[in-house]
């Protein structure tokens, strides 16, 4: 079980943080998780008094920087953004991604954007219930894109066709923007996707939004109903994120940085500049994130393992 107390230690140290931190996350500057990252660090900075500087290492689906924090010292000043391609890559079971539960001590969840699921607005497809229809009448004639293979996008709809009992056909894109491209143009037919990545789409009338994957309505899209609502019972599914430290590092620090994300996270303007970028603010403390992760690891273990996927 993945907990917290086996990587922190409680050594006595100077008030946290006396010095810069470092925030690693593994996508490219300019990413959903990296802008929403750099709105938290900028206010941490502010409510805790030192600068907190947000590094990219992009590459293998954030492996390279997960990796490379782990490796860092158990100090408190060199933090990871955990998201769930980090969960993806160690629900596959293959033994060269970074062990979360072995490398990491969880400090705090800051968001998500939630999945939708969304259809090419010329398809005669207006529910859930008419796609689930469609896609038991004739298996594999329903397409569905994704960013890619082992992606939140393609393990949502290995999801979906386990608990809505379908066949779909999978067509994975190297990103979202070329798999987009063919949903609209109708060379696929559905797809799950962040919720910031196809909201514009369905506002301007191309695509047709059939659902949300959260456990409640978004603000964004008060009228979509969720899965759950439309007959996929506790259906959740989410790009979401959240620090997590090197193992070890002390427990002093761990509290300070899970108080500071908090006030962060409180903060309206941080609230807003969020909701902007289609993030949800989720608060957790290490304990409330550390049983989330085991949560989404067993999921997606399970989707993994049934679905067969090929990372």
Do not use: C
């Amino acid at each position: 079980m993945l907990l917290t107390s086996p990587h922190i230690t409680t050594q006595a140290q100077d008030k946290f943080p006396a010095k810069q931190v470092r925030v690693v996350v593994g996508f490219p500057a300019g990413s959903a998780t990296d802008v929403a990252t750099r709105i938290v660090a900028n206010q941490l900075s502010q409510e805790m008094g030192q600068s907190f500087i947000v590094e990219n290492r992009p590459g293998a689906s954030s492996d390279i920087a997960a990796k490379a924090v782990a490796g860092s010292p158990a100090d408190g000043y060199t933090l990871f953004v955990l998201t769930i391609a980090n969960v993806i890559n160690a629900s596959s079971g293959k033994s060269d991604f970074a062990n979360i539960e072995k490398s990491f001590s969880p400090v705090a969840m800051i968001g998500s954007v939630p999945i939708m699921l969304v259809a090419n607005a010329e398809l005669n497809l207006r529910s859930v219930k008419d796609l689930v229809t469609a896609a038991k009448a004739k298996p594999k004639a329903i397409s569905y894109a994704s960013s890619g293979n082992g992606t939140a996008p393609h393990l949502s709809g290995e999801l979906f066709a386990k608990v809505a009992g379908v066949d779909i056909l999978h067509v994975p894109y190297k990103g979202s923007s070329q798999a987009v491209t063919d949903l609209l143009a109708g060379r696929v037919n559905i797809m799950f996707a962040p919720a910031s990545t196809v909201l514009p789409h369905t506002k301007s009338g191309k695509l047709y939004g059939l659902g949300v994957a959260s456990p409640s309505r978004i603000p964004s899209a008060p009228d979509l109903p969720t899965l759950s609502e439309s007959g996929l019972k506790d259906f959740e599914s989410s790009v979401w994120f959240g620090l997590v430290a090197p193992a070890g590092t002390p427990l002093n620090a761990i509290s300070a940085l899970s108080s500071g994300v908090s006030r962060a996270l409180a903060n309206a303007q941080v609230q807003d500049q969020l909701a902007k970028q289609g993030v949800v603010p989720i608060e957790g403390d290490p304990k409330v994130f550390a049983g989330f992760i085991q949560t989404e690891t067993k999921k997606w273990t399970a989707v993994i393992k049934e679905a067969n996927v090929q990372m």
